[in-house]
Every structure is written in structure tokens, then in C-alpha cells.
């Protein structure tokens, strides 16, 4: 009984060194060639609720998604989470939202922009209420004139918004948002403060994120292919969540070599 207690307890010390926080597309899911058609794994809402549990609550969502799309795809529980690149976040229930009313020359400029890609098949505009993507995942060959169309719109909104790029999208978006920023906030307050951050994305967006949490001395993991600055790396989105089940299983960090 007592070499049970003992270890129950190292496991709990070692759960409490961390903060978890975790990209959505193309990280707990598959990227898909439309932004509403993501599939989310059944079991992932479980395993999600699990490994936060282990780590004290300590878990959150860090996303380009709005928190609203998040919830309808992973179940009842509410998770921690930060939405639309942190500028809106939840944590412990308290929800604070970015409203499209503070947005106006935006919102004037996502109305231009429909009507712009409107002759271009296969352009996708994602309009996020504070901000918008534009995708071309099904138009590569419209690469350039995105760019350019991008470009001209951010030329026109002025210095207050910025062009974050990902796979087959460049999303517009207040310079103030950032993922890095919000994981750093997040790690101010309770349950997260005072532990070691752990991002894992998968993307361009997700870059500065890992800067955020190498200059903490945290760990960042790259989920496939490509230049980062993420210090480790997994295969796919299928093999995070398999990690992350053990992980939620068994207790053990599968990140505790990075250093």
C-alpha cells in the first residue's frame, strides 16, 4: 500500500510539471479540403477530457477556429481553450470573445473580398466574424493571385491587421493576435502557471507558438513535414492521438526526453 502511495504521488508531481496546449487542424485532426468537413475521432473528446484530468486542468486548445466551431465538434465537455489565434480565449468556464462590431473596416473589407474571388472556382473564403481565410487548398494554381488579392486588402486595412499564412490559406487578422502571445497569457494564470508548456501544432501559424515556448524552455513538437522551429517531431495527427492516449492511460509523458 505504501510503495502504491508513493508512486501515485510521484505521478502526480510529475503530471503537475506541465502545461499542455495543442493546435486543432492538422494536429488533433486531419486537414481537410474544406474547412467544415474536418472529422473529428470519436474517441478524442475522451482522451482530451482524461489527459486534463491528469494534468490538473492544465490543458487548452490554441486554434485559428472559432471557439464556437470547436465546441460542436468536441462534445460536452468545455475545454480550455483559445479561438481565431487568441483573440478570443476560455479558461475555467470564463469566456472572453472578440466582437466583429470592433472590426468595421474588416468587416467592409471581407464583403470586398467575396465579391473579388467570386469568378475564381475552388477559392474558399472562411469569414470568422474578426477575421477571414482565404483558402486555395482546391485552386493551387490560384496561389499567386491570393497573394496578391491579400496583399492589396492588408495594403488598404492599414497596420492594425496582419497576413498570418498556413497550408493553402492566408488569413487577415488583427496584428494583435498571435499564438504565442495567448499560450503566454494562458501561463500566467491558474492552472497553468508555474508549469512547463508543451505546444504541439503543425503549421505556419503554429511557429511562433514553438518560439514562445523554446524561449520558456518548454517543448515543441512539429506534427509532419516541413521547416520549424519546433524541437521534436510526430508522423501524423494519428500518431499524436495515440500518444496522447497513452499518455492519458498511463500517466507518462511522451515528451519528458526533450529537453
Known sequence: ??????????????????????DFDGTLVDIAERPEAVVVDPALPEILTSLAARLGGALAIISGRPISFLDKRL????????????????IDGELFSCSPDDHPRLREMVERLEAIVRTKPGILIEDKGCSVAIHWRLAPIERDYV???????????GSDYRVQFGKAVAE??????????????????????????????????????????????????????????????????????QALAHWAAQGACPFQEIH
Request: glycine share 10%; hydrophobic share 40%; aromatic share 6%.
Open 75 to 90: 462534445g460536452e465537455r468545455r475545454f480550455d481553450m483559445a479561438g481565431l489565434h487568441g483573440l478570443e480565449h476560455r
Open 172 to 241: 487577415i487578422l488583427p496584428s494583435a493576435a498571435g499564438k504565442g502571445k495567448v499560450i503566454e497569457s494562458f501561463l500566467q494564470q491558474y492552472p497553468y502557471r508555474g508549469r512547463r508548456p508543451i505546444f504541439i501544432g503543425d503549421d505556419l501559424t503554429d511557429e511562433n507558438g514553438f518560439k514562445m515556448v523554446n524561449a520558456l524552455g518548454g517543448c515543441s513538437v512539429r506534427i509532419g513535414a516541413g521547416d520549424t522551429v519546433a524541437r521534436e517531431r510526430l508522423g501524423s495527427p494519428s500518431d499524436l492521438r
Open 1 to 22: 500500500m505504501a510503495e502504491a502511495l508513493l508512486k501515485h504521488a510521484m505521478d502526480h508531481d510529475t503530471q503537475e510539471q506541465w502545461a499542455l496546449f495543442l
Open 147 to 157: 497573394h496578391s488579392t491579400v496583399h492589396s486588402a492588408l495594403e488598404a486595412l
